[in-house]
């Protein structure tokens, strides 16, 4: 079978990305082995291509982050030939082979079925960008957030995780400000549900004062750093910001005065190991609340011959939206 391989030069460390056949026998361990489909592209995609380094754990490794597809065989009472699965997180791609093979082998607890409403295209058209989106809006559902509050602003707006949280919340009812550094994509911003483009020069990557005008009801934020920082002091009293990406680096140069006086709270979303009725609900969610024809919009469909390019260009920001990878293209 076909397969995204990544190996390393041991004596230069420098890795090298190339599709070649792999035996099904070279799969590691798991209960479950499913025919992938599709997977998507993300940044850490980009990363265990283009740069190796502390994601992938051992060589020759195969990356992509998730995968849809259909069940080939299971020692899983659970699952069994011929289900629609869907897997994101679990280190997939990371620590584990992951999608950009025509075949995965995994454990069976890391999978959630298909919701109705889903096909492995669209599931894959939304994948994790699209589910760690969906888990950013039900933590603020959770904590009080509702579409007459105000304003809900999303940073990143152009990736995939921004993306998809536009037209979710868009969906729902929400008021949506979308923050991108690139004027071009004002027109796909606005047809995903976006009311409002804000100049990424607006939110600048200078904390100004501790505490701004209280304006945003709610953010989901997918690059954190200091935009983050700034965004908390904007935010209205008691409300919250879902905090799920680290593009803007892992630091926080923030005071702890919003926290204080206005009572801002700062969610962090972590996708990659949650409960199994947590997954499946974001599924069904994405399933419910994402509209399906607002996805074509901002799909790009790839091969795996194409990644080792695209790998390097999500990496250096030239990807916009979701780009979905035909596994049997």
Same mark, same amino acid.
């Given at each position: ?34 025919? +992938? ?49 869907? @897997? ?14 025509? &075949? ?42 509702e579409p007459e ?22 969906? @729902? ?5 979308? +923050?991108?550094? %690139? ?16 100049? %990424?020069?607006?939110?600048?990557? #200078?904390?100004?004062?501790p505490l701004e005008?209280? #304006? ?15 965004? @908390? ?45 947590? %997954?499946?609900? =974001? ?6 609340? @994402? ?20 790998? =390097? ?6 990807? &916009? ?9």
């Amino acid at each position: 079978m076909r397969a995204l391989v990544v190996e390393k030069d041991e004596d230069s460390g420098k890795t090298r990305a190339a599709v070649k056949d792999i035996a099904e026998d070279d799969l590691p361990a798991g209960d479950v082995t499913v025919a +992938v489909e599709y997977s998507t592209l993300n940044y850490k995609d980009g990363l265990c291509i283009g740069q190796g380094g502390g994601l992938v754990r051992s060589y020759p490794h195969v990356p992509g982050i998730d995968f849809s597809g259909t069940v080939e065989s299971s020692d899983d009472p659970r699952y069994a030939p011929g289900d629609k699965v869907v @897997l994101t997180g679990w280190r997939v791609g990371e620590a584990h082979w992951g999608g950009y093979a025509e &075949k995965a082998r995994v454990k069976a607890d890391w999978l959630v079925p298909l919701p109705e409403g889903l096909d492995t295209r669209m599931a894959m058209a939304v994948g994790t960008a699209g589910f760690t989106a969906m888990l950013g809006v039900m933590a603020l559902e959770d904590h009080g957030l509702e579409p007459e509050h105000g304003p809900v602003l999303v940073t990143g707006a152009s990736g995939g995780v921004g993306s998809v949280a536009i037209a979710i919340l868009a969906n @729902l009812g929400y008021e949506v400000a979308a +923050v991108t550094g %690139r004027p071009d994509n004002e027109s796909y911003l606005r047809e995903l549900g976006a009311s409002t483009i804000v100049p %990424r020069a607006e939110i600048a990557d #200078t904390v100004k004062r501790p505490l701004e005008a209280e #304006t945003w009801a709610g953010c989901i934020d997918a690059v954190g750093g200091a935009m983050l920082a700034r965004v @908390l002091g904007q935010m209205k009293y008691g409300c919250s910001v879902a905090s799920v990406g680290l593009a803007g680096g892992a630091d926080l140069p923030a005071k702890v005065i919003p926290f204080l006086l206005r009572g801002v709270n700062l969610l962090g979303i972590d996708s990659v190991m949650k409960p199994y009725d947590t %997954r499946l609900e =974001a599924w069904r969610r994405v399933a419910r609340d @994402l509209p399906m024809e607002n996805l074509e919009d901002m799909i790009e469909t790839a091969t795996l011959d194409a990644l080792p390019d695209l790998g =390097a260009a999500i990496l250096e920001g030239r990807v &916009k939206g979701r780009v979905l990878v035909d596994i049997r293209a």
